[in-house]
């Protein structure tokens, strides 16, 4: 069982439109989801971190986090084509450590005028 | 805004030769990381690192591997010995804790721009 799964995608949604990226994880105990921003070519940007249950918010990214149902998720809203690139969720596992990063393989978000 | 920074931006190699990659991390940060991303595939944890020793690696980071701090602000990753399949792009990473008890939640890693390696 994959320990990060992610739809590769790509995404496609038009300018201004709500982007949703979704992510599910296999370890139960899990404490810390962040999401990530890659450009091609580029090495990852954070975007949001998650740690509690619930929503939350920071500009146009809401990050969704549901450990019962070991999910978190992404919402862009008013979606701009620089948003355009590929999504990284990483979790940590509850065993062997709590500072190593596992990430998903990504989701491409194409944002089209 | 302080930024993790690394070099040289690409390394071109002959296999079976020695490379060293250099990253500055963020001044204040204490933990220190590697992480490489095989073209097309998942970004993966090498090594973490705190108090100069390492504190975690993964399968990956086996005998041709290695870290040091050499100096106050320098924290680099050695590879012995090249291969083929070694050829990645390499990620240098620092957060200012590792985590907070008891929750045992982990900090943001900030990430460096990367050092494209190429074994011939």
């Known amino acids: 069982q994959k320990e990060v799964e992610q739809n590769s995608g790509p995404l496609s949604v038009p300018e201004g439109a709500i982007a949703s990226l979704n992510c599910t994880y296999s370890?139960?105990?899990?404490?810390?989801f962040f999401w990530y921003r890659q450009y091609s070519g580029k090495s990852p940007e954070l975007i949001m971190s998650?740690?509690?249950?619930g929503d939350k918010e920071d500009g146009r990214f809401t990050a969704q986090l549901n450990k019962a149902s070991q999910y978190v998720s992404l919402l862009i809203r008013d979606s701009q084509p620089s948003d355009s690139a590929t999504y990284l969720c990483?979790?940590?596992?509850?065993?062997?450590?709590?500072?190593?990063?596992?990430f998903g393989a990504g989701t491409r978000l194409a944002v089209h005028p | 805004e302080p930024e993790v920074t690394q070099t040289p931006s690409h390394q071109v190699t002959q296999m079976g030769q020695e490379v060293i990659l250099r990253c500055v991390p963020i001044?204040?940060?204490?933990?220190f990381y590697w992480y490489r991303q095989i073209l097309g595939q998942k970004v993966e944890f090498l090594v973490s690192?705190?108090?100069?020793?390492?504190?975690?690696k993964s399968e990956i980071f086996d005998d041709q591997f290695s870290v040091e701090r050499p100096d106050g602000s320098n924290f680099t990753l050695k590879i012995r010995s090249t291969k083929l399949e070694d050829s990645a792009m390499y990620f240098c990473?620092?957060?200012?804790?590792?985590?907070?008890?008891?929750?045992?939640?982990?900090?943001?890693?900030?990430f460096g721009p990367g050092t494209r390696l190429t074994v011939l």
């Open positions: 990473a620092s957060s200012v804790t590792s985590g907070e008890s008891p929750r045992r939640t982990t900090d943001t890693q900030y």
């Open positions: 998650i740690y509690s249950n």
């Open positions: 370890d139960r105990g899990s404490q810390s």
């Open positions: 990483a979790v940590t596992l509850s065993s062997g450590g709590y500072n190593k990063l596992i």
């Open positions: 690192f705190y108090n100069n020793e390492i504190s975690e």
């Open positions: 001044s204040n940060h204490l933990y």
